[in-house]
């Protein structure tokens, strides 16, 4: 069974700081998602991560992913109170479809 | 571009009745589009792939006879909830790829029903 962890599920931080959410999967995957979810809301897709390698920076968040360690890390640099939400990534299993497994997600507040 | 709206936003019904959701692709067209429900707090779980012109294609645990779906044209799908129960409450949401490449899925703003 394909399994997608985040840690951590919750992460309280400051303004101003820095810190990584990590998104291990148990299969080989080369397609890695990230989206965010703000409360009520769907989901904004923030990156698309296709290679082993791949680096993808938006504003104060960069993704990478490692395939062959099967992580995926979303950075957050300088964090700020905007930023604050639900943070999933999603695995593609593959196949003739776009089948994606979610991790439960990371719900992170950034306090002034 | 790559919009996916879908309707209605919030629903309540009365236990043993039927809601439908539509979803719409409103600037491509999307052979495949998928099904997902996410409970209070939850990750999301896909609950059926639907694919234009044939059978939709359920996940393991997820009756088919319950959740209707139809993907009665290239731009909209809809899930069907039949003989609703207030376990069935719950946010649905609906992507869809837009490239056909399977490149990247882009999600609807999500139907959340509430089963009274």
Redo the contacts between chains.
Sequence with gaps: ELKVEQNPLFLSMQEGKNYTIYCNYSTTSDRLYWYRQDPGKSLESLFVLLSNGAVKQEGRLMASLDTKARLSTLHITAAVHDLSATYFCAVDIGGSQGNLIFGKGTKLSVKP | GAVVSQHPSRVICKSGTSVKIECRSLDFQAT?M?WYRQFPK?????MA?SNEGSKA?YEQGVEKDKFLINHASLTLSTLTVTSAHPEDSSFY?C?A?PYGT?????????T?LTVT
């Design positions: 495949t998928f939850k990750s999301l779980m896909l792939t294609t949401i992507s790829d399977l490149y990247e899925q882009y999600f609807g703003p999500g959340r």
